[in-house]
């Protein structure tokens, strides 16, 4: 069965202060793993797909990695905006577009 | 751009009764699905579609129909609402092994 895990829970950081989300992954075979931001009351909003180890991307002030186990959003000098809920998600290979999510992180970034 | 659009935004239901959560998309996607969000859990799949007039089961099927008539809709049907199926409905859509595009959900209350 594939599994994700997000940690921490939550996150509060001081703006500028850069820090790093975990995902911890198994699945039978990856196809992909994707990062989402949430913001209250509204539906997951796609940032990365990352699909093999080594990959990076980036976006702003956003970036993350993919090893064979975990994968990392890391967040470099935050401003309050990115405050939101930050979601993981694996693709099983063979399985479309079918996804299997962590619980997320909830980033707080105060003036 | 619309994107995905759900309908209702909020609804309250008594056990016993029924109700369809509308899901439409203007992205011409193939790939169609329905999760929900319940706090400390991962948003779970209840059903998807890999094009019009095929559905599946996902992980969290049970107490919902679904059908798939047109390639823009996918209706999530509640047969007989209970106290368990209180959660946030989303809708997601997208291309195969593409990223999913979500709606912005609905939050149905079960009493």
Known sequence: E???????????????????????????????????????????????????????????????TLTKKESFLHITAPKPEDSATYLCAVQAAGTASKLTFGTGTRLQVML | NAGVTQTPKFQVLKTGQSMTLQCAQDMNHEYMSWYRQDPGMGLRLIHYSVGAGITDQGEVPNGYNVSRSTTEDFPLRLLSAAPSQTSVYFCASSYANSPLHFGNGTRLTVT
Request: hydrophobic share 25%.
């Open chain 1, 2 to 64: 594939d599994q994700v895990t997000q940690s921490p829970e939550a996150l509060r950081l001081q703006e500028g202060e850069s820090s790093s989300l975990n995902c911890s992954y198994t699945v039978s075979g990856l196809r992909g793993l994707f990062w989402y931001r949430q913001d209250p009351g509204k539906g997951p909003e796609f940032l990365f797909t990352l699909y093999s180890a080594g990959e990076e991307k980036e976006k702003e002030r956003l970036k993350a």
